[in-house]
């Protein structure tokens, strides 16, 4: 049942100079929670970037689910199924908490200009269908009471559930999240890791940067640690826990 | 923070402003005033516009004069030496000016930051030029003269009322399309790419279409906007789409306030009748200009609208501290 989803291949990647990324590969199975960690400055972020194709990349390829996405613009990527949050939020803060989940149907109705503006009936329908979708993914986050509410007035934790929202809009096949557990709490990285086994059941891969060992090793089938822009091992949770190699880098000799 | 105009006020404001500009012209016949008025409807089409452009879509225009002088001229040519009907005229006019932008639009909204508005501020100088060095067919500096007035079902709209009543028609569809735009999915990934292109590209806009397509449109508007002078004058000038034209048509948006429609009438209406209040001083205009926008920036960053709003949560605030603190006593 489980397919390619993703596949890294000897990925390059720098920044005048700066080596960000190092021969990278790695695989990505569909419906499973792949873990991306490393110290700070391995280039996790920097993958992700390469990924959704906000960055091209020098050499190397990746593939999502069989395409080759060199060049390919984030909107075009995102369409393919992909979808993602980023590091310290990547919400709308001149938009409410619907319009940011709304946002995310853009990718399966684009509304154009000419039915926007005169109000066609095709763009009324299409509205008020993403509308209605938007309130169910919202309610099933229990945030549907606060919908009109503008973004700023939300604690961190719910502002991190819109954006989750806003990304499982676009009915993502694979759903990256950039250290989501940043800044919450005990119970609040709980019910994350709920949430994440949640999405996971609904067939949808994660691909997950964490500096929270503890989801990390709570959720991952595999993890991929990177350091120096490079890839210094993969494997399960467990075979992760006791590599010499991973302890020396997060821990320093 | 935009809750209050948007529930209670908003269709209040807009009765009162529909109702008076049906009425206004039976109590005041004055084509000085008529006029003038009609010159505030004619700017807030093509305000009403480039607020797209720029409240939503985050983009600065410097040239949005040049898009009213390419369907000014078209149009009065057209109409004026070869005889074509105005409303057909009009729509060339108009195409005419899309295609221009749609030109423009190409190579400079790919990229980002301010090229757009330098692209623009080029294009105005240029078609200003243009505009005169063409003179067989424009008229040079000395202006195209004898431009036919438009009719409708027979009626000639040569007068300042019935033209009147033609341009606040446009003036309401105008409000109504902006406003479903504006509301709509297409508004909300502009906002979205204001707010943050990259973002709202990795969430699936397709950000340059978006661009290109707001700034279709804010031309299109300008350009219906300078059809309708040129066919009320029935006489235009290069000088009346030059680059101070421009900003002014920016300085509408900012003053009024950005992202609103009321805010658009509001800006071109005072900037349109500013001049007329101070015709006494030819060289106080630039300056109350400069004073006005300084003023707005420092203290109402989100213009005149944003300002009032401000206003009115602050009231509310106290309200509500008062209440409090009444309930405290009682308790």
């Known amino acids: 049942m489980s397919e390619l989803l993703l596949k890294i291949e000897e990925v390059s990647k720098n920044f005048k100079g700066v080596q960000a990324l190092h021969n990278v590969s790695f695989e990505l199975v569909s419906t499973k929670i792949q873990s991306l960690i490393g110290p700070n400055g391995a280039g996790k972020t920097t993958m992700l970037n390469l990924i959704s194709g906000i960055f091209p990349w020098d050499s190397g390829s990746i593939y999502f689910k069989g395409a080759n996405i060199k060049n390919i613009s984030p909107h075009k990527i995102t369409g393919l199924g992909m979808s993602r949050t980023f590091q310290g939020g990547g919400l709308f803060g001149n938009l409410t908490v619907i319009e940011n989940a709304l946002l995310g149907f853009h990718s399966n109705y684009r509304p154009g200009l000419w039915s926007s503006m005169l109000r066609l009936p095709s763009n009324v329908r299409q509205e008020k269908k993403a509308y209605d979708r938007a309130c169910e993914l919202l ?10 509410m503008p973004l700023e007035k939300l604690p961190l934790s719910e502002q991190r559930l819109v954006e989750i929202t806003s990304a499982l809009a676009i009915q993502p096949s694979l759903l990256m999240l950039d250290e989501p557990s940043a800044g919450l709490n005990d119970t609040e990285i709980h019910d994350l890791i709920d949430l994440l086994f949640r999405i996971k059941e609904t067939g949808i891969s994660i691909l997950l940067i964490e500096h929270n060992m503890d989801v990390v090793m709570n959720v991952s089938e595999k993890v991929v640690v990177l350091n120096y822009g490079g890839i210094l091992a993969q494997g399960t949770p467990g075979e992760i826990q006791n590599n010499a190699e991973v302890i020396k880098a997060y821990l320093g000799e | 923070m935009k809750n209050v105009l948007n529930m209670n006020l908003r269709p209040g404001i807009y009765l009162v402003v529909i109702s008076f500009s049906l009425i206004f012209p039976l109590f005041m016949t004055e084509t000085y005033y008529l006029s003038t008025l009609i010159f505030c409807g004619i700017n807030a089409i093509a305000v009403l ?8 879509a985050g983009q600065i225009s410097l040239g949005h004069a ?4 390419i369907g000014a001229y078209t149009s009065g040519i057209l109409s004026a030496k070869y005889g074509y009907n105005p409303w057909l005229s009009m729509i060339i006019g108009v195409s005419a000016a899309t295609a221009f932008a749609y030109v423009i639009a190409i190579p400079t909204l790919r990229l980002r930051g301010y090229f757009l508005a330098i692209a623009t501020l080029g294009f ?3 078609m200003r030029v243009l505009f005169v060095f063409f003179h067989n067919l424009t008229g040079g500096v000395s202006g195209l003269n004898d431009i036919p007035s438009l009719s ?3 009626i000639s709209l040569n007068t300042e009322v019935r033209f009147y009543y033609l341009l606040w028609g446009f003036v309401a569809l105008a409000i109504w399309i902006t406003n479903n735009l504006a509301k709509s999915g297409f508004g909300r990934a502009l906002k979205a790419i204001e707010h943050n292109d990259i973002l709202a590209n990795a969430r699936g ?12 449109y804010s031309a299109a508007l300008a350009s219906i906007a300078g059809t309708l002078y040129a066919h009320y004058m029935h006489f235009i000038t290069p000088f009346n789409f030059g680059l101070m034209e421009s900003i002014m048509l920016v300085v509408m948006v900012i003053l009024g306030g950005m992202g609103t429609r009321i805010g658009a009438l509001l800006g071109a209406g005072i900037i349109t009748i500013l001049p007329e209040a101070l015709r006494g001083m030819p060289e106080g205009e630039t300056i109350v200009y400069g004073v006005i926008i300084v003023l707005v920036m420092m203290f109402m960053p989100a213009g005149l609208v944003g300002g009032v709003q401000k206003i009115i949560d602050i009231i509310k605030m106290k309200n509500e501290k008062m209440q409090n603190i009444v309930k405290g006593q009682y308790r």
């Open chain 2, 124 to 126: 105005c100088v240029i």
């Open chain 1, 139 to 148: 309610r099933s986050f229990k945030l549907e009471d606060k919908k009109d």
């Open chain 2, 66 to 69: 040049a898009f009213m002088g």
């Open chain 2, 205 to 216: 806009v397709d950000v340059p279409k978006y661009k290109k397509k707001a700034f279709i």
């Open chain 2, 152 to 154: 409708f079902f027979g």
């Open chain 2, 49 to 56: 516009g480039l607020d797209i452009l720029i409240s939503y």
